[in-house]
């Protein structure tokens, strides 16, 4: 096969493999979210602690975890014609795809949102915040870098995943290397496909760990202070005499908190 | 201002029942700074957290500023609107300061104003003031991980006032500081008292915060309140715990027949020199053996453990002339003076 010949075959694959999984990590996490902070929420000692929807929907989120997608994917094919008339192609495959990753973000987002300080959620009710500005104030806004590495780690699932749809006919890069790569010798094609999923999925989960990290203020593992450093240092070098803010002057500083003196 | 009786606490767990608060009875006049003190468990926690019901109590009423809040609290664990109207004016402060990291100083001020619904102008303004209040209008900008324990004490502090509430709750507020700044975080809670007229109920396990700013103080014990009043009067009480505790003295006598004797100064008789005069008067050889002396608002307050020649039959009279200073004097009786060591020694054991 020549370049000529895989080259469309490629880009067609490229772009069914993100359109299933972008669709399908979008509709993950709008619908992983909320079910996650539901889990945390009515857990004991949770906001609006409840046992029996707490047990069920932890259950079920178990169970979907834990299913096999293959089993997941054929399992829901009548489901899925029901919902978009086809049970192939890019678009049928990505109602089994966001189904199988919903639970599975929905338990990270469950860890992530438990590790936020429960004194904080306290400090919100004691201003007199409800259930809501607990949520939407507190708990996704402190765990927001967390929830993104998060969704990095199912999106690089999915891609796991999209590959497994498409043996059942879902097109995309999977497809590709299994019927080319496997089926017809083709190696080359293969090995082309193995190295752009390994770019796509270290671009992804650079991006996500940027976007993370950018968002993190909790100090020394945090980019922020540093780059207000680089930013204090640079106005300095540059123009010392006219610095932007006189009152942040060392002296003034000492003098609001006595401790630091010695 | 703060009222609450009979409050009772108890949590159960795996079907063991634990009273944390164990009918409660606290009242907190208005423009007063009311420290409430005892050891881990005592319950002061669960108690400071009942006063705004982020705890509900078993049994007992809560009333803030002439509203009963037990009264507004729903059945279920999230609280009505009618509650959360109340907390708002409600302030509080906490022990590991609670500010959200992922926002500036001034955002985190600004969150109290958000949920009251102040507008974006009002809000900015207000958090700004408050800061300024609080001696950091400089580090608006600044993310809570980038400042020391006592100055996010103060963006604490700042944010459970932006509601201008009447009442302020500090729990523990300075446990996870270090003396010096707990020292200027106890003055900024004076000054706020005094400016504002903040009714201020502190919770607190170190003695020093008490003796620092409090007017009137309470020792909790096994969920209950052992001892209350204010902190002036809980000196001139006989046999106070509260006052041996603020002002602990020691001592064992240097020998057979001797009197030891302990005396509290406090008030007018504080400034005199009786202690010599005694000496001279009587023309007898006094040795302290333990002192702890303190201002407490403007006034000389402490106790001594003084010792006296001769048994107690043969000092009637110089006690007589201690008393008739003013003092409050307790004879600490012989067999008394080495008990009074391991008295503290077994507390410290019992944790």
């Given at each position: 096969?020549?370049?000529?010949?895989m080259?469309?075959l490629l880009e067609q694959a490229c772009w069914d493999t993100l359109y299933m999984v972008g669709w399908s990590a979008v509709i993950a996490?709008?619908?992983?979210?909320?079910?996650?902070?539901?889990?945390?929420?009515?857990?004991?000692?949770?906001?609006?602690?409840?046992?029996?929807?707490?047990?069920?929907?932890?259950?079920?989120?178990?169970?979907?975890r834990?299913m096999p997608f293959i089993i997941l994917m054929v399992a829901l094919i009548?489901?899925t014609?029901?919902?978009?008339?086809?049970t192939i192609g890019p678009e049928a495959a990505i109602v089994p795809l966001a189904i199988g990753a919903i639970?599975f973000y929905?338990?990270?987002?469950?860890?992530?949102?438990?590790?936020?300080?429960?004194?904080?959620?306290?400090?919100?009710?004691?201003?007199?915040?409800?259930?809501?500005?607990?949520?939407?104030?507190?708990?996704?806004?402190?765990?927001?870098?967390?929830?993104?590495?998060?969704?990095t780690t199912t999106i690089v699932a999915l891609i796991g995943y999209s590959a497994m749809a498409g043996t059942v006919g879902a097109g995309g890069l999977g497809d590709l290397a299994v019927r080319y790569g496997y089926l017809r010798f083709e190696t080359k094609l293969m090995w082309i496909t193995v190295a752009i999923l390994a770019v796509v999925i270290s671009v992804i989960q650079?991006?996500?760990?940027?976007?993370?990290?950018?968002?993190?203020?909790?100090?020394?593992?945090?980019?922020?202070?540093?780059?207000?450093?680089?930013?204090?240092?640079?106005?300095?070098?540059?123009?010392?005499?006219?610095?932007?803010?006189?009152?942040?002057?060392?002296?003034?500083?000492?003098?609001?908190?006595?401790?630091?003196?010695? | 201002?703060?009222?609450?009786?009979?409050?009772?606490?108890?949590?159960?767990?795996?079907?063991?029942?634990?009273?944390?608060?164990?009918?409660?009875?606290?009242?907190?006049?208005?423009?007063?700074?009311?420290?409430?003190?005892?050891?881990?468990?005592?319950?002061?926690?669960?108690?400071?957290?009942?006063?705004?019901?982020?705890?509900?109590?078993?049994?007992?009423?809560?009333?803030?500023?002439?509203?009963?809040?037990?009264?507004?609290?729903?059945?279920?664990?999230?609280?009505?609107?009618?509650?959360?109207?109340?907390?708002?004016?409600?302030?509080?402060?906490?022990?590991?300061?609670?500010?959200?990291?992922?926002?500036?100083?001034?955002?985190?001020?600004?969150?109290?104003?958000?949920?009251?619904?102040?507008?974006?102008?009002?809000?900015?303004?207000?958090?700004?003031?408050?800061?300024?209040?609080?001696?950091?209008?400089?580090?608006?900008?600044?993310?809570?991980?980038?400042?020391?324990?006592?100055?996010?004490?103060?963006?604490?502090?700042?944010?459970?006032?932006?509601?201008?509430?009447?009442?302020?709750?500090?729990?523990?507020?300075?446990?996870?500081?270090?003396?010096?700044?707990?020292?200027?975080?106890?003055?900024?809670?004076?000054?706020?008292?005094?400016?504002?007229?903040?009714?201020?109920?502190?919770?607190?396990?170190?003695?020093?915060?008490?003796?620092?700013?409090?007017?009137?103080?309470?020792?909790?014990?096994?969920?209950?309140?052992?001892?209350?009043?204010?902190?002036?009067?809980?000196?001139?009480?006989?046999?106070?715990?509260?006052?041996?505790?603020?002002?602990?003295?020691?001592?064992?006598?240097?020998?057979?027949?001797?009197?030891?004797?302990?005396?509290?100064?406090?008030?007018?008789?504080?400034?005199?020199?009786?202690?010599?005069?005694?000496?001279?008067?009587?023309?007898?050889?006094?040795?302290?053996?333990?002192?702890?002396?303190?201002?407490?608002?403007?006034?000389?307050?402490?106790?001594?453990?003084?010792?006296?020649?001769?048994?107690?039959?043969?000092?009637?009279?110089?006690?007589?002339?201690?008393?008739?200073?003013?003092?409050?004097?307790?004879?600490?009786?012989?067999?008394?003076?080495?008990?009074?060591?391991?008295?503290?020694?077994?507390?410290?054991?019992?944790?």
């Amino acid at each position: 096969m020549t370049w000529s010949e895989m080259e469309p075959l490629l880009e067609q694959a490229c772009w069914d493999t993100l359109y299933m999984v972008g669709w399908s990590a979008v509709i993950a996490v709008v619908g992983g979210l909320p079910l996650g902070v539901l889990l945390v929420l009515t857990d004991r000692g949770g906001v609006l602690q409840n046992v029996v929807v707490n047990k069920v929907v932890g259950q079920i989120v178990n169970v979907a975890r834990s299913m096999p997608f293959i089993i997941l994917m054929v399992a829901l094919i009548s489901f899925t014609r029901v919902i978009v008339g086809t049970t192939i192609g890019p678009e049928a495959a990505i109602v089994p795809l966001a189904i199988g990753a919903i639970p599975f973000y929905a338990r990270l987002v469950e860890t992530s949102v438990r590790e936020v300080d429960g004194g904080l959620v306290e400090a919100v009710q004691s201003m007199g915040g409800s259930t809501w500005t607990v949520v939407r104030k507190v708990l996704l806004p402190e765990s927001l870098p967390a929830l993104i590495s998060s969704a990095t780690t199912t999106i690089v699932a999915l891609i796991g995943y999209s590959a497994m749809a498409g043996t059942v006919g879902a097109g995309g890069l999977g497809d590709l290397a299994v019927r080319y790569g496997y089926l017809r010798f083709e190696t080359k094609l293969m090995w082309i496909t193995v190295a752009i999923l390994a770019v796509v999925i270290s671009v992804i989960q650079f991006a996500g760990d940027i976007a993370a990290r950018g968002l993190s203020h909790r100090g020394r593992s945090s980019v922020a202070p540093r780059l207000v450093l680089l930013r204090g240092g640079a106005s300095r070098a540059g123009k010392p005499a006219a610095a932007p803010q006189p009152r942040t002057a060392p002296a003034e500083i000492e003098s609001v908190e006595p401790t630091k003196v010695p | 201002m703060i009222t609450t009786t009979d409050l009772t606490k108890v949590y159960r767990s795996r079907g063991r029942e634990v009273t944390a608060l164990d009918g409660v009875d606290l009242h907190v006049r208005e423009g007063e700074v009311y420290g409430v003190v005892g050891q881990s468990g005592a319950g002061k926690s669960t108690l400071i957290r009942c006063v705004n019901l982020l705890e509900r109590p078993t049994s007992g009423t809560v009333t803030v500023a002439g509203q009963d809040l037990t009264a507004l609290a729903g059945r279920r664990q999230s609280a009505g609107s009618a509650l959360r109207q109340a907390r708002s004016r409600i302030g509080m402060v906490f022990q590991h300061f609670n500010l959200l990291s992922s926002r500036t100083v001034r955002d985190n001020v600004e969150l109290p104003l958000e949920i009251l619904g102040v507008s974006g102008k009002e809000r900015t303004r207000k958090a700004l003031e408050l800061l300024e209040l609080v001696g950091l209008g400089d580090k608006a900008k600044a993310y809570p991980a980038q400042l020391s324990g006592g100055q996010k004490q103060r963006v604490g502090i700042a944010r459970a006032l932006a509601g201008d509430p009447k009442v302020l709750l500090s729990d523990e507020a300075t446990s996870a500081l270090d003396p010096e700044t707990t020292r200027s975080i106890l003055q900024l809670l004076r000054d706020l008292n005094e400016q504002l007229g903040l009714t201020v109920l502190l919770i607190t396990h170190e003695m020093d915060v008490v003796k620092t700013i409090c007017d009137s103080a309470a020792l909790m014990r096994d969920g209950r309140i052992v001892e209350s009043g204010r902190v002036s009067e809980l000196l001139a009480t006989p046999g106070s715990e509260l006052a041996q505790e603020l002002f602990p003295v020691g001592g064992v006598p240097s020998g057979e027949d001797r009197t030891v004797v302990d005396v509290t100064f406090q008030g007018e008789a504080a400034t005199k020199p009786v202690i010599s005069q005694l000496s001279r008067t009587y023309n007898i050889d006094i040795s302290i053996l333990g002192a702890a002396m303190d201002t407490v608002g403007g006034h000389q307050v402490g106790r001594m453990r003084i010792e006296l020649p001769g048994r107690f039959e043969e000092n009637v009279v110089p006690i007589g002339f201690l008393r008739e200073q003013g003092l409050q004097v307790d004879v600490a009786a012989i067999a008394d003076g080495p008990r009074a060591n391991p008295t503290p020694l077994l507390k410290e054991g019992a944790k």
